[in-house]
């Protein structure tokens, strides 16, 4: 199984902070054959099912706001929020789709 | 815009059986894989099973292979969890979901307790 590690496991920030999380895969998630890294990125609220955010790494969901930002490649992701909203306090979570799919622990963003 | 809205949770003995249903719409069902992902409460993600889009190949995860069985019905836009030999660690939400990437049902709860 590929293994997902997040970190960090909680953040704690106020409105308008840039805000920076991590996930890193066991094994390369490039696709070489369709030119693309197999890895999603959910937000989920309290009470909530996930929401989808980002997937193929990078590529923003429709009606995402552009403040959320997925970066990287090979093993080394990255998820960036500018300028953070109360509304944005939730756990994140990435997830492989490589291969049989896999979930990191998720990333806790709280209130300072 | 794609729904995906789940059914058949509920509170049951361990050993005993349970068939959750989804109902999609907003997409060509046919066309996609699907999967069920399920939460213990307080925990992390953890996908369950898939199945193909034709139904043709299913795959599970280690520890419900024998027990759970994912099914689809196309003409009727419908993905099926059947969980057999439920265990205490089955009790989660459980999330129908279309793959690759993943868009989420509101999911639905299994408690199996005596």
């Known amino acids: 199984d590929i293994v997902m590690t997040q970190s960090p496991s909680s953040l704690a920030v106020s409105a308008g902070d840039k805000v920076t999380m991590s996930c890193k895969s066991s094994?390369?998630?490039?696709?070489?054959?369709?030119?693309?890294?197999?890895l999603s990125w959910f937000q989920q609220k309290p009470g909530q099912s996930p929401k989808l955010l980002i997937s193929l790494a990078s590529t923003r969901e429709t009606g995402v706001p552009d403040r959320f930002i997925g970066s990287g490649s090979g093993t080394d992701f990255t998820l960036t929020i500018n300028s953070v909203q109360a509304e944005d306090l939730a756990v994140y979570y990435c997830e492989q789709y490589y291969s049989y799919p896999t979930f990191g622990a998720g990333t806790k963003l709280e209130l300072k | 815009e794609v729904q995906l809205v789940e059914s058949g949770g509920g509170l049951v003995q361990p050993g005993r059986s349970l068939k959750l249903s989804c109902a999609a719409s907003g997409f060509t069902f046919s066309n996609y894989y699907m999967a069920w992902v399920r939460q213990a409460p307080t925990k992390g993600l953890e996908w369950v099973a898939s199945i193909t889009n034709s139904g043709g190949s299913t795959y599970y995860r280690d520890s419900v292979k024998g027990r759970f069985t994912i099914s689809r019905d196309n003409a009727k836009s419908t993905l099926y969890l059947q969980m057999d030999s439920l265990r205490s660690e089955d009790t989660a939400t459980y999330y129908c979901?279309?793959?690759?990437?993943?868009?989420w049902g509101q999911g639905v709860m299994v408690t199996v307790s005596s």
């Open positions: 094994q390369s998630l490039f696709s070489s054959e369709y030119q693309g890294n197999y």
């Open positions: 979901t279309r793959e690759a990437p993943r868009y």
